[in-house]
């Protein structure tokens, strides 16, 4: 019912900052909130942030708050976000995913995209 893809990973040094997209498709107006999570290697999957998608209201993880901003586009059915101070702990796959009738499940979830942050 909604598709998601991500893009924007690659490789940056620490103290950088890199920006991910998450581009929706399909019944995109069936979407309740879209969170971005992210999981390292033998680490739990974790979210980062979250955004509602009507109003724009957002939360985040505390270990980002003040440096990484989740955003969206609605005209273009495109999330973002933005990631600033970037920590070496922050290399993981980072995913977007959405919610859908239920607000408080993510339904939908795109294949991720590797950030990776050099020391």
């Known amino acids: 019912q909604v598709q998601l893809v991500e893009s924007g990973g690659g490789l940056v040094q620490a103290g950088g900052s890199l920006r991910l997209s998450c581009a929706a498709s399909g019944r995109t107006f069936s979407m309740y909130a879209v969170g971005w999570f992210r999981q390292a290697p033998g680490k739990e999957r974790e979210l980062v942030a979250r955004i509602i998608w009507s109003i724009g209201s957002t939360d985040y993880a505390d270990s980002v708050k003040g440096r990484f901003t989740i955003a969206r586009d609605k005209a273009k059915n495109t999330g973002y976000l933005q990631m600033n101070s970037l920590k070496p702990e922050g290399t993981a796959v980072y995913y977007c995913?959405?919610?859908?009738?239920?607000?408080?499940?993510?339904?939908?979830w795109g294949l991720g995209t590797q950030v990776t942050v050099s020391s």
């Open positions: 995913a959405a919610t859908g009738p239920r607000r408080d499940r993510y339904d939908y």
